[in-house]
Nanobody, 127 residues
Framework: QVQLVESGGGLVQAGGSLRLSCAAS????????MGWFRQAPGKEREFVAA????????YSVDSVKGRFTISRDNAKNTVYLQMNSLKPEHTAVYYC????????????????????WGQGTQVTVSS
């Protein structure tokens, strides 16, 4: 199985940027479709973005399009989430996840499609 470790979270002012990283170990990352989810206090975990094994197909929730970008470097066994123009409502714990299943536009947003999860990294955006 694969182990996932997120990093790059922190405290940032509104309008700032952060780049989250998700490093994989145990298995090569290229085996997996990858996703980012987030969970704000008192809310359910929600889908943010997903990327296919080769990186040629990407999905993201409408609210982050043009603001957040998912990418991957299989040679480095790492997936990234570049977050720009951050707002206080982006405050959440961000999780990366790995899926062995085919991910389509709808299934990529379903957390049940993912087999492995990281422990999360806190992102706090101050106003």
């Amino acid at each position: 199985q694969v182990q996932l470790v997120e990093s790059g979270g922190g405290l940032v002012q509104a309008g700032g940027s952060l780049r989250l990283s998700c490093a994989a170990s145990g298995r090569t990352l290229s085996r997996y479709n990858m996703g980012w989810f987030r969970q704000a206090p008192g809310k359910e975990r929600e889908f943010v973005a997903a990327i296919s094994r080769s990186g040629d197909i990407r999905y993201s929730v409408d609210s982050v399009k043009g603001r957040f970008t998912i990418s991957r470097d299989n040679a480095k066994n790492t997936v990234y989430l570049q977050m720009n123009s951050l707002k206080p409502e982006h405050t959440a714990v961000y999780y990366c996840a790995a899926s062995t299943s085919y991910l389509g536009g709808s299934s990529s947003a379903d957390n049940r499609a993912y087999d492995y999860w990281g422990q999360g990294t806190q992102v706090t955006v101050s106003s």
